[in-house]
């Protein structure tokens, strides 16, 4: 079981920066592909960004390649998104998730992919 407790959300306004962070809680946390996905009145949950449990690979959605940046910290248990240059279109709830994976390679893109989930933390950014 992993317990995941994200923070660092808030208002910020267009161009701005704010950076999140997922605290996990179980073992095993460093097996563990980390994603962040969000979700926007009215729309599905899309993916945000993810990275392997190794760190070696990081994927960015388009929409937020160049503005945004995931990273973790295994001996830490945590996992980051620095967002930058913030638009108001990236204002929605952003969730943390994880799932085990065997591989240190991959990142799963798919929200159905992942077995746990934090409760979310609001971005919001103002025009």
């Known amino acids: 079981q992993v317990q995941l407790e994200e923070s660092g959300g808030g208002l910020v306004q267009a161009g701005g920066s704010l950076s999140l962070s997922c605290a996990a809680s179980g073992h095993s946390f460093s097996s563990y592909v980390m994603t962040w996905f969000r979700q926007a009145p009215g729309k599905e949950r899309e993916f945000v960004a993810g990275?392997?449990?190794?760190?070696?690979?990081?994927i960015h959605a388009d929409s937020v390649k160049g503005r945004f940046t995931i990273s973790r910290d295994n001996a830490k248990n945590t996992v980051y998104l620095q967002m930058n240059s913030l638009k108001p279109e990236d204002t929605a709830v952003y969730y943390c998730a994880a799932v085990a994976q065997e591989s240190p390679f991959v990142v799963v893109t798919t929200s159905r992919g992942y077995d746990y989930w934090g409760q979310g933390t609001q971005v919001t950014v103002s025009s």
């Open positions: 990275v392997s449990w190794s760190g070696a690979i990081r």
